[in-house]
C-alpha cells in the first residue's frame, strides 16, 4: 500500500484531522492582525505645522478640520508676520481625535518623510518573500511542524519587541523579521494540514482556515478601537502568541514527511494514532516503502516551466495573476484610509466581505476554474475604475466600490491556488507554486509604494489596481479548463492536455488517471495568503 491508501484507512479526514484543523486555523487570526494592523499603528492624522514664532498661538482645536491636511497647512509654517513660509521648526502638532499615538505622530513620518512610512509596508511585505523561502526550505529539512513551532514563537517574541521599538529603524527591522514569520506560519501550517487530508477533502478543509482569516480581519478593527495608542495595541495583537506554547504537544508531524525522510517506522506510528482517534481500524502490520511516496517524482528545475510551449505560456499568465492578486488585495487593505469613511467600520465591512466571497468560490468550484476567475478578476478591476468616476464628496460610494473590488480580488485569489495547483503537472506542482508565490510578493513588495503615488496624482492607485485585473481576466480566458479533467503528471502531459486523446488517454473515472496519482493537490495551498 502507498502512503494515500493508509491515510483512507486512518480516515482521511476523521476526528484527528479536524482537530489539527483547529490548531492551524487559530493562527489565521494572528496572521490577519499583524498584517493589516499598520493600517492603524501607521495611520496620519490631520496634523498642522509649528514653528517657534507661532507655536504657541496654534489653536489646537482646529486641527480635525481636513483642511489641516493640505500641504501649505500641514508642512509649512507661516511667519509671525504672515508673510513668508517657514519649516516646521517646532516640528507638528497631531490631532487626537481618533488615534492617541502612531508610529507617524511619534516618529513625525509626515511631509518630506512621509514616504518611510510605505517603505517600511513594502520592507515588511519582502519579509514575507523571504520568509517563503527560508521557512520553505527549514521545513523540506527539519520537518514542518519544527518550522511551524519556530515560527509561531519568533512571531510572538518580535512583535511583542516592535511595541518597544526606541526608533523607526529598529521598528521597521522587527517588522521584516514578523513578515518572515509570516510566511513561515503561512506555508507549514496549510502543507501540514493538507498532508494529513485526503485528496478530497483537501479544497474545503483548506478554503475554510480562510474564514479564521477574514474573522481576524474583522476582529483587529473591534481591538483598535479600544485601543487607540499604537504601542499597546501591537501587544495586543502579539502577547497572545504566547498562548500557542501548549503546540508543542498538541500538533503532530507530518507522516509524510517523515516517510519521505525514511523515518518510517514514526510514520506508521503517527498513522495508527490517527486511525485510532478517528475510530477506524488499523492493520497491525504495513508494508509501506519510501518509493511507493516518491513514485511519479522525478528531477525538475524551475526552467522546465518554460522549456515548452504550453507550459511556457500557463506559467507566464499565472505568474501574472499571482502578482496581481496580491498587488490589488494589499494596495486596496492598506490604502483604506484613504477612502475618507470611518476607518474602524470600513476595515471591519473589508474583513466582512471576505466571508461571501470564499463561500461563492466553493459553489462555482466543481463546475469552473478558468470562468469564475476571468470573472472575478474583471469584477476587481471593473470595481476599481469606477471609483475614478465618483467625486471625492461621496465617500461612501467609492467605499462600496473598493469592497466589491475587494470581494473580486479575494474570490479570485482563491481560486488561482487550485487552479494553478492543477494546472501545473505534478512533476513541476511544487516549483510552479512557489515560483508563483514569488511574484505573489513581489506585487504586495510594490503594493504600498504604488499608494504613495496618491501625493503626487490620487488617480494613477486607482488606475494601476483597476486595469492590471482586466488584464489578468483576459489572460485567464487563454488558460484551459481543468474542472471534472484528470490531472496532468508530466509536462507532455499538460502539453497534450487539452487534445482529445488525452481525456480518451485518462478519463477520470480510470484507475490509472493521473488525478489519482499520490500527492495530485499536495501543494495546491502552499505559500498561502494573502
Known sequence: MNFEQLLVIAGGFGRFQKTLYVWICLPQILLAFHMMVSVFTSATPPHRCLSRADALQLQ?????????????RSCRAKTAGNQSVSECEAGWAYSHDVFETTTVTEWDLVCDRASLNNIGSSIYMLGLLIGAVLFGAMADRFGRRFALLLSLALQTVFGVAAAFSPNFLVYVILRFFIGTTI????????????????????????IFTDYFFG????????????????????????????????????LPHSARWLLMNDRKEEAIVLLRRAAMVNGRPF???????????????????????????????RALILFYIWFVNVLVYYGLSLGVSDLG????????????????????????????RRLPLSIFLFIGGGA?????????????????????????????????????????????????IGVSSMFA????????????????????????????PLLGAALALALPETANKPLPDTIQ??????????????????????????????QCLTNKSP
Open 60 to 72: 489646537l482645536a482646529n486641527l480635525s478640520d481636513p483642511r489641516a491636511t493640505d500641504h501649505e
Open 183 to 206: 510566511s513561515g506560519i503561512i506555508i507549514n501550517a496549510f502543507v501540514l494540514g493538507t498532508e494529513w487530508t485526503s485528496t478530497k477533502r483537501r479544497m474545503l478543509a483548506g
Open 215 to 250: 474573522f481576524g480581519y474583522m476582529l483587529l478593527a473591534g481591538m483598535a478601537y479600544f485601543i487607540r495608542d499604537w504601542r499597546k495595541l501591537q501587544v495586543a495583537i502579539s502577547a497572545p502568541g504566547f498562548l500557542f506554547i501548549f503546540y508543542i504537544w498538541v
Open 283 to 313: 492493520p497491525p502490520t504495513v508494508q509501506l516503502d519510501k518509493g511507493d511516496v516518491m513514485q511519479g517524482q522525478s528531477q525538475h528545475s524551475a526552467a522546465d516551466l518554460f522549456r515548452t510551449p504550453e507550459m511556457r505560456k
Open 341 to 368: 469613511t470611518d476607518l474602524y467600520l470600513t476595515q471591519f465591512l473589508f474583513g466582512l466581505v471576505e466571508i461571501p466571497a470564499r463561500s461563492l468560490v466553493l459553489l462555482v468550484l466543481p463546475c469552473s
Open 384 to 432: 476599481c475604475l469606477l471609483m475614478l468616476a465618483i467625486p471625492a464628496d461621496y465617500p461612501y460610494i467609492q467605499t462600496i466600490l473598493a469592497m466589491t473590488g475587494k470581494f473580486g480580488i479575494t474570490a479570485s485569489f482563491a481560486i488561482i491556488y487550485i487552479y494553478s495547483a492543477e494546472l501545473f503537472p505534478t512533476v513541476l506542482r511544487q516549483t510552479g
Open 441 to 468: 510578493r513581489i506585487g504586495g513588495v510594490l503594493a504600498p509604494m504604488i499608494n504613495l503615488l496618491r501625493q503626487q496624482n490620487p488617480v494613477v492607485p486607482v488606475l494601476i489596481f483597476g486595469s492590471t
Open 493 to 522: 502531459d499538460a502539453e497534450r492536455f487539452t487534445s482529445k486523446k488525452y481525456d480518451q488517454d485518462f478519463p477520470v473515472d480510470s484507475n490509472q488517471s493521473p488525478s489519482s496519482t499520490e500527492g495530485q493537490e499536495l
